[in-house]
């Protein structure tokens, strides 16, 4: 019989809310449901019938009332930590694309999520922590990702801003840049890979992994439970930092 064991950082001196941002995604619902385990919860994303049970916000950062409505229902609560997920941005490889295209590329991926973060720093307590997910794009270029790259290293710049404007209040600032999350997605693209070129699973994953010194992609849970880490007292004097969670793929400096 194989036991597996799961183990929770105690969040230690948390007693406001923790705000998961596109908790109805699966790497969002991952996280969630670490989290829920021992705190109190307010999650928001686009499918208002997946979390009914929660308190949660229908916020679409496409909409700017949404975003609105998310900040006024804020009201009385306090909030100790903020798991910021942006959608990923993707429409291509070429940088030449429509301005309409990109200004609403940006404001999915990166002024929205950013205006959902500011109607919740009211409400921070006096030991407030952000962690933002991010991808591996912010410190690389992946050529076939263009336009997603500039999004993510926008992102870069953000966490170091943030963690110099918000350090005076004690609100840490850091980021996860994961590489590819294993996620029903991933295992239904490699799956189809594996079909296409004759192969079974096992075979294909070895050739998805080829290029990560250990040889397989993040679990979902590993990543929230990285989350966890920089949600909790464990990580008391970490802020501003970029934590590349990647399997040592990244040949980046």
Sequence with gaps: MKW??????????FSGAIVVTCATGELGGAIAKNLS??????????????LKDQVFFYVDYN?????????????????????LIAPRPN????????EADWLKL???????PLETLKKALPHFSDRGKIVILNGTTSVQLIPELGPGCVVRRMWTACLKALSHQLGPRNIHVN????????????IRRIQR???????????QMALDTVNIPLRRHVDPNEVAQTVRF????????????????????????
């Design 63 to 83: 909409n700017p009332a949404s975003i609105e409505a998310f900040g006024k229902g804020l009201e009385g609560e306090k909030i100790d930590g903020f798991v």
């Design 106 to 112: 940006f404001q999915s991926t990166f002024t929205g």
């Design 193 to 203: 890979l594996a079909e296409a070129n004759g192969i079974d699973f096992d075979e």
């Design 91 to 98: 429409f291509g490889s070429s940088l030449f694309q429509d």
């Design 4 to 13: 597996t064991f799961l183990f929770f950082l105690p969040l230690c001196c």
């Design 230 to 253: 920089l949600l909790s007292d464990q990580s008391n004097f970490i802020s501003g930092t970029n934590l590349l969670l990647d399997g040592g793929a990244t040949l980046a400096y």
């Design 37 to 50: 385990a021992d705190h109190q919860l307010i999650l928001t994303g686009r499918n208002t019938d997946k």
């Design 175 to 186: 980021m996860i840049s994961p590489g590819i999350v294993l996620t029903d997605h991933h």
